[in-house]
């Protein structure tokens, strides 16, 4: 059976429900996936021997080209290649060195030459860094044309850069004869690292590779979000699989008050060596709120759903009061949490603080006419709100031989063509 022309991989954002900054001092955090927050990219057989990447989410109107006989394959190492470790792998500096300029020569021959910008460039590395590292198997395919789709916000706190890594790890995967699609009931591993012949871990594996390249340090949660889909605890470098809750429906909601992370965690750790007596005590506690959220959500009782829960629900004030004590509130997380209040409904900042995210859940009998009043709201002073569920699906791959390129980018709902299969 030949392999399909064209294929569509979808993976989601993430958001952290508890234990901001906390974590950062090895305390516990809890991150979920985002399932009406993902992207989607449409990988398309050439034979031409070129690779093409389209990247209209971050601004670029043409599409970058590059032949894939100008890739430094001399500079390809083994290691690179295996990459079984998680956390050890490392980053093949030569070979992303050579990357970084043949993105900049490639785009310069060009027909449509345009200026790229660093975030752009990034993305591209990426792309060439995984196909080179991965193109070491038999494919039919002699080149590829890629199409990024999203309505994830870009750099919002909501993993964006880890649902692009894992889409991209996907797909190349798929590609160059890697992986396989999987059959409906095949299990193709759950959420265990170490198992190297998990076609899942294999991905998490090579977008923490991607991530590595983005950001440098990465923690790994959100490609492990993204991957495995569900919800994760993470703790001193250490990740595990916690549950999926897809009846935890949230209201999201972006400021889009510019934050610098860094900057936020440097002050908040100025704050604790300042007064380590006041700060250590409110760490301890916010780790305190992660651990008693596993312990409702793992406690069995199907007489109460998790968002009508009272004590899951309080825990959401107390993280956010917690967190505004380290200083790392902001004003327009403050009206978001008074408009969403005045319909009796908590929210808690989500990610660094200092602007950006906001999460607002929402318990099954709030009427859809009072998320309307409350969406339509905060979009009126600015905001960007989406109604969204946590803890659902991670990779999810579709055959996509029967859908044309224009459909594609022509649709407005991705996830409703059929045929969807699921790792998770």
């Known amino acids: 059976m030949s392999s399909p022309s064209r294929y569509l991989v979808s993976a989601p954002g993430k958001v952290i429900l508890f234990g901001e900054h906390a974590v950062v001092y090895g305390k516990t955090a809890i991150a979920g996936s985002l399932d009406g927050l993902r992207t989607y990219i449409f990988f398309e057989k050439r034979d031409d021997g070129f ?35 998680l956390q ?25 030459n345009q200026e790229i910008n660093e975030l752009q460039q990034v993305a591209a590395s990426v792309f060439l860094y995984l196909y080179a590292s991965l193109e070491d198997k038999q494919t039919s395919w002699c080149g590829t044309t890629v199409h990024i789709a999203s309505n994830l916000p870009v750099g919002a706190g909501l993993g964006s850069s880890a649902a ?26 759950g959420f265990n690292i170490s198992d190297s012949s998990s076609p899942m871990n294999l991905i998490n594996r090579w977008a923490f590779q991607a991530e590595k390249i983005i950001h440098g340090t990465p923690s790994g949660i959100d490609n492990a979000v993204a991957t495995y889909g ?61 651990s008693k959220f596993k312990e409702i ?10 968002n009508q829960n009272i004590e899951a629900i309080e825990l959401i004030d107390f993280n956010h009061y917690l967190l505004n004590s380290l200083r790392v509130g902001h004003p327009s997380i403050d009206k978001v949490r008074e408009i969403a209040a005045q319909y009796s409904l908590h929210s808690k900042l989500t990610g660094a603080g200092g602007g950006g995210c906001v999460l607002t859940l929402l318990r099954d009998d709030v009427p859809n006419d009072d998320i309307m009043k409350i ?48 790792f998770n």
């Open 297 to 306: 959500i793992n406690s069995g009782d199907s007489q109460k759903e998790l």
């Open 51 to 85: 690779l093409e990447l389209n990247l209209p989410k971050l601004g670029l109107q043409h599409p970058l080209l590059w032949p894939i006989s100008a890739l430094p394959y001399s500079k390809v190492t083994t290691v690179s290649k295996e990459n079984n470790s």
């Open 375 to 422: 969406m339509l709201n905060l979009t009126s002073i600015g905001f960007e709100c989406f109604e969204t569920k946590v803890g659902g699906h991670g990779i999810s791959i579709l055959d996509a031989s029967t859908i044309s390129k224009q459909e594609f980018l022509s649709s407005e709902n991705i996830q409703q063509f059929s045929g969807w299969k699921h």
């Open 88 to 112: 050890e792998s490392t980053i093949n500096e030569e070979l992303l060195k050579s990357l970084k300029e043949i993105v900049l020569d490639g785009n310069a021959g060009n027909k449509n």
């Open 230 to 290: 569900g919800a994760v605890s993470f703790s001193k470098g250490v990740m595990e699989n916690v549950i999926e809750f897809q009846s935890l429906r949230f209201l999201l909601t972006n400021t889009k008050v510019p934050r610098n992370t860094r900057t936020l965690v440097a002050n908040v750790r100025k704050l604790h060596d300042k007064c380590p007596h006041i700060v250590v005590p409110i760490l301890e506690a916010i780790e305190g709120i992660s």
């Open 164 to 189: 692009y890594s894992v889409c991209l790890a996907t797909g190349l995967l798929l590609v160059l004869g890697h992986i396989t699609i999987p059959n409906y009931g095949e299990k193709v591993g």
